[in-house]
Nanobody, 127 residues
Framework: QVQLVESGGGSVQAGGSLRLSCAASGYSTSYYYMNMGWFRQAPGKEREGVATIDYDGNTAYEDSVKGRFTISKDNAKNTLYLQMNSLKPEDTAVYYC???????????????????WGQGTQVTVSS
């Protein structure tokens, strides 16, 4: 059973930065082959894909975070990161990491493409 544990959320002022981490464990297939993504859900809104990275290190981003957020993956530490800079109040949400071993669905920002999910970490950006 794959387990994903997020950390690094918190409260910052607009323009600030945060780095989220997602530690993975409990799998037999190499972490290298995981396709991973970050999603977020704000109160009263649907969950949306924010950023994704495939096992080759290719990335894709939702338009509103391009140039501000960077997704990366440390295969040696089995950890996914999301560096968030120039944060805006509209970035406020619970952020979730997600993972899949299905190579047919790599670089997807659709939640249905992922099998495993973390419990989420709150990010609050004040103006």
């Amino acid at each position: 059973q794959v387990q994903l544990v997020e950390s690094g959320g918190g409260s910052v002022q607009a323009g600030g930065s945060l780095r989220l981490s997602c530690a993975a464990s409990g799998y037999s297939t190499s972490y290298y082959y995981m396709n991973m993504g970050w999603f977020r859900q704000a109160p009263g809104k649907e969950r949306e894909g924010v950023a994704t990275i495939d096992y080759d290190g290719n990335t894709a981003y939702e338009d509103s975070v391009k140039g501000r957020f960077t997704i990366s993956k440390d295969n040696a530490k089995n950890t996914l990161y999301l560096q968030m800079n120039s944060l805006k109040p509209e970035d406020t949400a619970v952020y979730y990491c997600a993972a899949s071993f299905d190579i047919r669905k790599k670089l997807s920002l659709i939640g249905g493409a992922y099998t495993y999910w973390g419990q989420g970490t709150q990010v609050t950006v004040s103006s």
